[in-house]
């Protein structure tokens, strides 16, 4: 006979078998907040230009080797419920500015670090919570008084090249120059009158070999294809697309056909290739020179293309055919018939070319009207292209960024030091025990000139006391000099260290919300996980089809 055992006490009586219940300081808020601290010394590490890469290998044993948070947290598929809320806080902070996550795992990391010791010193979380919020609403009426530099003219590459370079810097140091210029280029040559700018429009088709220096920007589109016919280059083209394959129509329905000479076979395979030839030479009338499909060229059909000198490029992805339309003006067709003169694409010239030994189609659109541009990036490694690629999509982010709010504050820990500063000041005008949590948001702000430091091998207290002592002469753009060997202090704005305004203001917020948050939780209730194949997360779209 089974024995029947009593289920203890408390909330766990009431929720099915196996199911855990955590609660109180000592199970839950510090339970959190350790598993936070550790997330957070993680990317901590990978913060700056000196930061270190990781090498993060995920469930499809593709490997990664980089020093973007955005990309670690990513790929790292955490499971504890509260580090998912820091990585929601910067997943949020990647979409609305595409840069300064890591800043935001890093303050989320410090305020709960800071927290735990108010907390041990008998200070309730929700004193934490209120203090923590009042110095938040603080730091952002002070950083609109802390902006160094104002981009007023985003077609001028030479202002737009000092606003992205920062960026550029934290993720490929020593690079930041080539790489700032060619994003400013490419950026620039696209920006629309009007419209708002869209990041998606400029591209970047990474070619092994050669080095980094061998990259270039073209005004169009680069494709890793080879074309299909004879005809390798067209000058002033004027571009068909189809979504179908260029071949003999195939027949919806089956029927039998009885031949009975071979005259009959004769004229029913003929009448077939003149149909086939009747519909290329429609299309070559229409003034296309150049085919673009989605689905495979029949040879019958690159016979006819080849006689009537016509070009022929196969994009297998349909994603590529979208962004194609969009650059040249096209419309895709759906099934092949001759295009009417509004659904041709133009583009100055499309030719075929060959880097290292890559074979690559371009579409090359000079002048005004060019609503895409590509960034050809050469190297050595997958990876290092890889790497390349978040460094350049960070610099078009704060482009985008730029755009929308051209102010920027001094880098390099500069704007966190004087924020601590005045932060600290505030605090002692406060009367009540907030005061406490308002003192330790400064503190947590004090982390990121620490972690430069730390991340370059300097002493991190030293340097510290140096910056706060230059911050009191008046010197609020003074910040810490990476170069080893140079003076410790730099003044970011003769230096060129900009940080973008909108990302710091949207880090600090979605990084306090983060915080305190995961400061609120006093119970964890897990029920018990459920049987069969585990679901896959994330679910993001790829590369190729974003």
Known sequence: MALHVPKPPGVSQMLKEGARHLTGLEEAVYNNISACKQFAQTVRTAYGPNGMNKMVINHIEKLFVTNDAATIIKELEVEHPAAKLMVLAS????????????????FSGALLEAAEELLRLGITTSEIVEGYELALEKALQILTTLIVYDVKDYRNIEQVKMGIKTAVMSK????????????????????PEKATFNVDNVRVCKILGAGLNSSQVVQGMVFKRQVEGDVTKMSD??????????????????????IKTADELMNFSRGEESLLESQIKSIADSGATVIVSGGKFGDMALHYMNKYKLMAVRLPSKFD???????????????????????????????????GDTAVVVFRINGKESRISTIVVRGSTENFLDDIERAIDDGVNT??????DGRFLAGAGATEVELAAQIAAYADTLPGLE?????????????????????SGNRASELLSKLYAAHKEGKKSYGFNIDIGEATLIDTVNAEIL??????????????EAACTILKVDQIIMAKRAGGPKGRTGGGISDDES
């Not at 571009?239 to 009885?258: H, N, R, S, W, Y």
């Not at 096209?330 to 070319?353: H, R």
């Open 91 to 106: 997943e949020m902070q990647e979409a609305e500015v595409g840069d300064g996550t890591n800043f935001v795992v890093i």
């Open 172 to 191: 490929q140091y020593g690079n930041e120059e080539l790489l700032s210029d060619l994003i400013a280029q490419a950026c620039v040559s696209i920006l």
């Open 237 to 258: 083209a004027k571009i068909a697309v189809f979504t179908c394959p260029i071949d003999i129509m195939q027949t919806e329905t089956k029927g039998t056909v009885l």
């Open 321 to 355: 055919v979208r962004r194609l339309c969009k650059a040249v003006g096209a419309t895709a067709l759906s099934k092949l018939m001759s295009p009417s003169k509004e659904d041709l694409g133009f583009a100055d010239t499309v030719y075929v070319d060959e880097l």
């Open 399 to 404: 482009f985008k960024g730029m755009t929308r």
């Open 435 to 455: 005061q406490y949590a308002v003192r330790k948001f400064s503190t947590a702000l004090e982390s990121f000139p620490k972690t430069l430091a730390e991340n």
């Open 499 to 512: 940080d973008l305004y909108l990302s710091k203001l949207w880090a600090l917020k979605y990084a306090v």
